[in-house]
């Protein structure tokens, strides 16, 4: 069945990593049927740049008539002193509260051939397979009131942090469906010693862990544990759920675990629409060198295949083709080890391409 993908390639280096991941696209489409179509449109600094806008109609009416949204990534130093609704980073926050997109997930597994890669010894590191549920839509990144005033004659910056117990149950039970088909192991995240938001978390997990999902064991940890946890011993994790900001760092913080940030995909998903994205920036220092890391993006589409367009035979193949390009010993300039030669990003991704018809 013809699919539609919606292209977002955003700034920095999105164009650069999304440009391979249509590359497997085009590989798929040729190779193994995929039938599916694409078409491009801005975000970002690219949306304001192009119509004003980080995240123009033209953008919205495309990703709502679409099966799916791969998105590069966002943000640059040359759009900072912009007015706030103005900058990239509004044209993501967005789009994801336009499609409803309230689950993020964010895998974290160490691949075997990468354990050399990471700073912790590959005895803490080796198996790792995590898997981050986080809140996308609500949180302190969209709660209101916030701004900047000025107190006393000094300025004063606030901002809120507030969940409804709808969200948290909504976010909580995505977690414990993902856990039935893992190792069956949720651990809730929050720091409920000391905020209020996080009691009503927890209070909320627990009740929906008693009243559907007993047969899924349940742990909670305070957010700075967690944060020690996962460089002390990463295997004891399964499955996290936690909200948007604790979400986002502890993500960054797994990220390590593989030895590049450039390594992790990501799905946001809600009741209707879905988008895809690496987990990392756009890395402006680097943009337009050819030098970044495609992987994840092409991981995303992985997810993509098996989430959105019902296709998990072609994303098995598409991550085995990962895996046998590693195998090889490719490694672009982030996960390069001493004495070896990088690979530029198309060449990883053109790598990617070719394993990935081999298995054809």
């Avoid at 300025?155 to 976010?171: K, L, P």
Wanted: charged share 25%; hydrophobic share 45%.
């Amino acid at each position: 069945m013809a699919v539609k993908i919606a292209v977002l390639p955003g700034d920095g280096i999105g164009p650069e990593i999304v440009r391979e991941a249509v590359k497997v696209l085009d590989v798929l489409n040729s190779h193994f049927a995929l039938e599916a179509s694409y078409e491009e449109a801005s975000i970002g600094g690219a949306g304001f740049e192009a119509d004003g806008n980080p995240y123009p109609d033209a953008t919205k009416k495309l990703a709502h008539a679409s099966d799916a949204v791969l998105l590069g990534a966002v943000g640059g130093p040359q759009w900072e002193g912009l007015e706030k609704p103005l900058r990239p980073e509004a044209g993501l926050l967005g789009i994801r509260e336009d499609l409803g997109l309230f689950a993020n997930y964010r895998p974290t597994k160490v691949h075997s051939q990468l354990l050399d890669a990471s700073t912790l010894k590959p005895e803490v590191i080796d198996g790792v397979d995590i898997l981050v549920v986080r809140e996308l839509v609500s949180g302190i990144y969209f709660g209101q009131p916030r701004g900047i005033e000025i107190v006393d004659g000094e300025r004063r910056g606030y901002n809120t942090m507030a969940y409804r117990e709808s969200e948290v149950r909504r976010i909580a039970r995505k977690a414990f469906e993902a856990a039935r088909l893992r190792s069956n192991r949720v651990c809730s995240v929050e720091k409920a010693n000391v905020l209020e938001v996080s009691e009503l978390w927890r209070s909320v997990v627990v009740e929906l862990h008693q009243s559907e999902f007993s047969d899924v064991e349940l742990s909670h940890l305070y957010v700075d544990n967690a944060a020690m946890q996962l460089i002390r011993n990463p295997k004891q994790f399964d499955v996290i759920v936690t909200g948007n900001l604790f979400g986002d760092i502890l993500s960054d913080e797994a990220s390590m675990l593989t030895g590049s940030i450039g390594m992790l995909p990501s799905a946001s998903i809600g009741e209707q629409f879905a988008m895809y994205e690496p987990i990392h920036g756009s890395a402006p220092d680097i943009a337009g060198q050819d030098v970044a890391n495609p992987l994840a993006t092409i991981l995303s589409v992985a997810m993509m295949l098996r989430f959105s367009l019902a296709r998990a035979d072609l994303a098995e193949k598409v991550e085995l083709a990962v895996e046998q390009v590693l195998d090889s010993g490719l490694r672009t300039a982030d996960l390069n080890f001493a004495g070896e030669t990088p690979v530029s990003c198309s060449a990883m991704g053109s790598a990617v391409c070719a394993a990935l018809e081999a298995l054809a």
